[in-house]
């Protein structure tokens, strides 16, 4: 028989190695691509209204001022800093790149260290494979100090799709936190203006209670001189009590509200107040650029992007597990029976060697876990589709919205001032003679409708108008997502 010699075997060995480290440069998978989503053309405005320019009116982070409300920036500032829900996704995101950093660790060789040190009583008695007897018990000590270098090289790219992944994931964890904040301080806006419409119909309602009484007051006077009845002056009451306990209800929606903004901003419900305003400001003209910016400037959109990026890099770990694995290891270290020994030149050892390792069968693991996340990338691609379709929706609705608050605002300002005729005319009429005071009961009860009606139409235009803002990203684009990773550096490869 031929003789196999060592350095033959080495041979061998170093160029099977060698085929190997080639196929290093190799990464399995599909490269990712931004699948295409549908994407309107134009908004649709009806005139007067039309497509502003340019297309960065929004400020970048602060869009609360486009609204010059010093008290909504006051608390919107205060959530930035204490609300509870923006906190954990901070904490979150903050978990992302630490997971991100983790699957970077994976580019270098391990370093491990296990000192031992045994002194062990072996028995009088133990076997010792041949018929000569033992001397007795044997006491013996043991110092051991091992070092163990190992490296799993990355020849399929699994280990770079697992970071790819990462990176992708730890992107979408800052999209998902500009997400949150955007809607937290959306819905602070619109709970503020909401409150601020409460406090508008509650100062109305106390301006009537007031015109009523005086109101009652003429009645009453007019009975007692035997010009109205007792049906005038029940009427004018009963009106009185009505709007009286429309106030008292108000003031228990008001108190609703006041208490979620207390949520938002981390604090108390029993210790937070926000003093009566009524509405002053207008809602403030938006840009609503072009249907295409919206991809990058809805931070929830982008985060489904990047976690179809994410579930993309998956389907490449998946196919990685059909190749081989190579891991290279290293050992040496010192080892004595005497610890004064243990670290001279004779109680030194070492070893050198590689692994190549290769899954044949596994009972469709690896045919499962790649269906999986192929399953998996196909349902992030649905999610960003479906994310996209209801941005377009939502940011039309509230167009449309705007518009139609709009129209409907300067007819209602029409019906107010005809409604304030109709009393002045009722009153006029009645005071001469001419009807009864039920025409004018009937004329205040319009005229308190209509204001009514006037007010909410003012809260409900700036409480759209930040569904607007909040529908176009607040802002936001998806340009400084390019900034959020994380890279290896050598000095990871000697931190603990």
């Keep these: 028989?031929?003789?196999?010699?060592?350095?033959?075997?080495?041979?061998?060995?170093?160029?099977?190695?060698?085929?190997?480290?080639?196929?290093?440069?190799?990464?399995?998978?599909?490269?990712?691509?931004?699948?295409?989503?549908?994407?309107?053309?134009?908004?649709?405005?009806?005139?007067?209204?039309r497509e502003a320019t340019p297309k960065d009116a929004l400020p970048k982070t602060a869009w609360w001022t486009l609204f010059h409300d010093s008290d909504l920036q006051r608390l919107e500032n205060e959530l930035i800093s204490a609300n509870q829900t923006l906190k954990a996704a901070l904490a979150h995101f903050e978990q992302a790149r630490a997971s991100a950093a983790l699957q970077n660790s994976s580019l270098f060789p391990t370093l491990q260290a296990a000192p031992t040190a045994a002194n062990q009583l072996y028995s009088g008695n133990r076997a010792n494979g041949s018929t000569t007897p033992l001397s007795g018990s044997v006491t013996q000590s043991s110092y051991l100090l091992p070092f163990?270098?190992?490296?799993?090289?990355?020849?399929?790219?699994?280990?770079?799709?697992?970071?790819?992944?990462?990176?992708?994931?730890?992107?979408?964890?800052?999209?998902?936190?500009?997400?949150?904040?955007?809607?937290?301080?959306?819905?602070?806006?619109?709970?503020?203006?909401?409150?601020?419409?409460?406090?508008?119909?509650?100062?109305?309602?106390?301006?009537?209670?007031?015109?009523?009484?005086?109101?009652?007051?003429?009645?009453?006077?007019?009975?007692?001189?035997?010009?109205?009845?007792?049906?005038?002056?029940?009427?004018?009451?009963?009106?009185?009590?009505?709007?009286?306990?429309?106030?008292?209800?108000?003031?228990?929606?008001?108190?609703?509200?006041?208490d979620a903004i207390a949520v938002l901003v981390g604090k108390p419900a029993p210790d937070f107040h926000l003093d009566p305003r009524e509405i002053t400001g207008e809602p403030p003209p938006i840009d609503t650029a072009l249907p295409s910016d919206l991809l990058e400037r809805r931070p929830d959109i982008s985060e489904a992007e990047r976690e179809m990026a994410a579930a993309n890099a998956q389907i490449g770990v998946a196919k990685a597990a059909y190749y081989p694995s190579l891991v290279l290891y290293g050992q040496g270290g010192w080892n004595s029976m005497n610890i004064a020994n243990l670290m001279s030149v004779g109680s030194g050892f070492w070893a050198l060697g590689a692994v190549v390792s290769q899954q044949i069968l596994s009972g469709g693991a690896r045919r499962a876990q790649l269906q999986f996340s192929e399953a998996g990338y196909q349902a992030a691609v649905a999610n960003y589709r479906d994310s996209v379709l209801n941005a377009f929706r939502e940011v039309q609705d509230n167009i449309t919205g705007l518009q139609v608050l709009d129209s409907a605002r300067k007819s209602q300002a029409d019906a107010v001032?005809?409604?304030?005729?109709?009393?002045?005319?009722?009153?006029?009429?009645?005071?001469?003679?001419?009807?009864?005071?039920?025409?004018?009961?009937?004329?205040?009860?319009?005229?308190?409708?209509?204001?009514?009606?006037?007010?909410?139409?003012?809260?409900?235009?700036?409480?759209?108008?930040?569904?607007?803002?909040?529908?176009?990203?607040?802002?936001?684009?998806?340009?400084?997502?390019?900034?959020?990773?994380?890279?290896?550096?050598?000095?990871?490869?000697?931190?603990p």
């Design 1 to 49: 028989m031929p003789r196999f010699s060592t350095s033959r075997f080495l041979r061998v060995i170093l160029t099977a190695l060698a085929g190997l480290a080639v196929c290093a440069g190799c990464t399995v998978g599909p490269n990712y691509k931004r699948p295409p989503a549908p994407a309107a053309r134009k908004w649709r405005i009806e005139k007067p209204w």
């Design 148 to 258: 163990t270098v190992s490296y799993e090289v990355d020849l399929f790219g699994k280990v770079r799709r697992t970071i790819e992944a990462a990176q992708a994931s730890y992107q979408a964890n800052a999209a998902d936190l500009e997400n949150v904040r955007l809607v937290l301080s959306a819905e602070l806006a619109a709970d503020y203006f909401t409150l601020r419409q409460l406090d508008t119909e509650i100062a109305l309602l106390d301006r009537t209670v007031q015109a009523l009484r005086k109101g009652l007051e003429l009645v009453k006077s007019r009975h007692s001189g035997g010009l109205a009845s007792g049906l005038d002056v029940a009427q004018e009451e009963t009106l009185l009590n009505t709007t009286r306990t429309q106030a008292t209800l108000l003031l228990q929606q008001r108190k609703q509200y006041e």
């Design 417 to 495: 001032a005809s409604a304030h005729r109709q009393l002045n005319i009722a009153t006029s009429r009645y005071l001469w003679g001419l009807v009864n005071y039920l025409d004018v009961v009937s004329a205040q009860q319009n005229l308190l409708t209509n204001q009514q009606q006037a007010a909410l139409i003012r809260g409900r235009q700036l409480v759209t108008s930040v569904l607007l803002v909040k529908a176009l990203g607040g802002g936001w684009d998806a340009a400084g997502l390019d900034e959020i990773h994380v890279k290896a550096k050598p000095i990871d490869a000697i931190t």
